[in-house]
C-alpha cells in the first residue's frame, strides 16, 4: 500500500491542543440562527450566512446536502 505523502499533515502539539479544544467547543446553535449564521427548520439546520459561521464550527461540519429548503447542514456529535 502506498502512501501519498502530500497528504500527510505534520502537527506539533500547540496546533494539536488548539484543534482539540476547538473541536470540543460546545456549538451554541440558537446564537449561530440568531444571528443569521444558520436557519433552523424543524430539527434541521441549514447553511444561511457562511461568512458568520465560527472557524470552529466549519470544523465541526460533516456533510452539507442541498435540497428544496437549501443548503442541509449536518454536524460531528
Do not use: W
Request: no cysteine.
Amino acid at each position: 500500500m502506498r502512501t501519498n505523502i502530500s497528504r500527510i499533515v505534520a502537527m506539533n502539539r500547540e496546533e494539536f491542543e488548539r484543534l482539540k479544544e476547538e473541536l470540543e467547543k460546545p456549538i451554541d446553535f440558537e446564537s449561530l440562527v440568531e444571528t443569521g449564521a444558520l436557519i433552523q427548520k424543524g430539527k434541521s439546520y441549514y447553511l444561511g450566512n457562511k461568512d458568520l459561521l465560527p472557524e470552529y464550527v466549519s470544523k465541526k461540519i460533516k456533510s452539507l446536502e442541498q435540497n428544496k429548503n437549501g443548503l442541509k447542514v449536518t454536524f460531528y456529535k
